[in-house]
């Protein structure tokens, strides 16, 4: 009924360039999660993100509120609340291989490009002036709609459990944080933090550090390891065979007492860790085939390279290795390492089918690390969250999907990635991310075509007319 004035209205270029600057204000905080003082939980970064975030909602004329810099929120209307819109302000730390700064949001060919163009900022964008279209073209409703703008998702949406701790669910939820059509499953999490303990060690030649990854939910595209005994002259002829099995780029520098090794390899989201190359398991691969004194530093390298191959995304040498119909494979990524002269502490991120249970995953994980001598202080499960693809929330969101884009026999998807709604009663994933592009999620060059923004407002804005009329 009401899509032909959704279509017009976003259809004007003035519109697309309301857009194209909404995004580029909100791309340029580097909302990077930092550390936290009683004024901004999350660091400065996504503090100010949410600050921004907040002032454009007011100039749009939305009510808004912050509540303790966790989240902000913006309000259509004064009726009872019908939907809950839910986006992050926060993002992932740039990496390396940009082409453009990451923070300054640049339109070229039509693309945007920036950290947080489709994850998630672009989206929330959209999600803003969907709910000022339903205004502006006086769309009538009998409920309101809430755009809950968080600021710790990428780091484990405390953001999202304090909003909901002081206020009830909506009846009805959803994210523009994956993909389109809609996502009604999402696997389940295997949450697992292991660490190794020796006393301070004299022999040589062994590995005195490591360090590597920049968040937990991100293929590590970097890793080092510093060796006392061994010169570069020793490590570098082992490189160019793993280089070419793994696509990873070694350096290898002389110091005053040993040499350095710096992996490169390739970020990439957690949830879909084949897509990257993983630099700390590149780097293990490297340092369990050098001539390394016989002692415990040694061992837990080794252990951990036995356990955690290069290539293996599937968690097969963890022993965790499964799959159902109903969501898939199971998937791990070994995404933080520090390694010192006394111990080391990693974790990893691993997505879990529905068929994954604390019995058959989390502590075959943990009895498994044990057996290489590996202490596991953490190894617990999240559930899966599955919303039934018949309900009233997916049939209508199905249905505004298709309205825009002409597509028929929409069907719902699985993900491994777990949004803000993971566990919010029967919320689920609907946007931005059309099917057959290449976003390059978590990666360098992050973009989206603007078109891609403006169908997905023009969807949101159907929903909005849907499911509060």
């Keep these: 009924m009401y899509k032909e004035k959704i279509d017009a209205y976003f259809d004007d270029p003035a519109r697309r360039q309301e857009l194209i600057r909404t995004v580029s204000r909100l791309v340029g905080v580097k909302s990077v999660k930092g550390e936290a003082t009683p004024e901004a939980p999350f660091g400065p970064g ?3 993100a949410l600050d921004e975030a907040l002032k454009i909602c007011d100039e749009l004329g939305f009510a808004t509120r912050d509540y303790d810099h966790y989240v902000g929120l913006a309000d259509l209307n004064d009726k ?3 939907l809950h819109i839910l986006g992050h302000l926060d993002v992932v730390p740039e990496g390396m291989g940009w082409d453009t700064d990451p923070y300054t949001c640049v339109e070229k060919d039509g693309m945007l490009y920036g950290r947080g163009v489709i994850d998630d900022k672009g989206p929330v964008a959209a999600a803003m002036l969907a709910m000022k279209a339903v205004r502006d073209l006086g769309i009538p409703l009998s409920r309101n ?6 600021t710790d998702e990428e780091s484990g949406s405390s953001d999202i459990r304090y909003y909901y701790s002081k206020e009830p669910y909506a009846p009805q939820s959803f994210t523009p944080d994956a993909n389109f059509p809609l996502i009604n499953v999402e696997k389940g999490h295997l949450m697992c933090r292991f660490e190794g303990h020796w006393e301070k060690e004299t022999v040589s030649p062994r590995a005195t550090g490591l360090t590597g990854g920049v968040r937990g939910n991100v293929v590590p595209p970097e890793a080092t390891v510093t060796i006392v005994g061994l010169k570069a002259a020793d490590t570098a002829g082992l490189c160019p ?3 070419a099995r793994s696509g990873a780029k070694f350096t290898c ?5 040993g040499v350095s090794i710096h992996c490169v390899g390739k970020n990439a989201h957690a949830a879909f860790p084949e897509e990257g190359i993983n630099a700390i398991c590149a780097l293990l691969e490297l340092v369990a085939a050098l001539p390394l004194a016989d002692c415990a530093s040694t061992k837990a390298l080794k252990a951990l390279h036995e356990l955690f191959p290069f290539g293996d995304t599937r968690g097969k040498a963890l022993g965790i290795a499964m799959a159902d119909e109903v969501s898939g494979e199971l998937t791990v990524n070994l995404g933080l390492m520090t390694m010192e002269e006394t111990g080391f502490h990693a974790s990893i991120d691993s997505r879990s089918p529905v068929c994954a249970t604390e019995e058959n995953c989390a502590q075959v994980a943990k009895a498994n690390l044990e057996a290489h001598g590996i202490e596991v202080p953490v190894a617990g499960m999240m559930p899966s969250h599955i919303v039934e693809s018949d309900s009233p929330l997916v049939k209508t969101l199905l249905g505004c999907y298709e309205a825009v884009t002409g597509e028929r026999g929409a069907k719902p998807l699985i993900t491994g990635g777990g949004t803000y709604v993971h566990n ?6 609907f946007g931005c991310e059309f099917p057959g592009f290449d976003y390059k999620m978590h990666s360098a060059n992050e973009l989206v075509p603007v078109d891609h923004l403006v169908k997905s407002a023009k969807i949101f804005a159907l929903a909005i007319a849907e499911l509060c009329k």
């Design 145 to 150: 709609v809430k755009l809950i703008m968080g």
């Design 46 to 48: 996504p503090r100010a």
């Design 241 to 243: 065979a793993i280089e």
């Design 80 to 82: 009872e609340t019908q």
């Design 253 to 257: 520098t002389d110091t005053a007492d």
């Design 424 to 429: 919010i009663p029967g919320g689920v994933a």
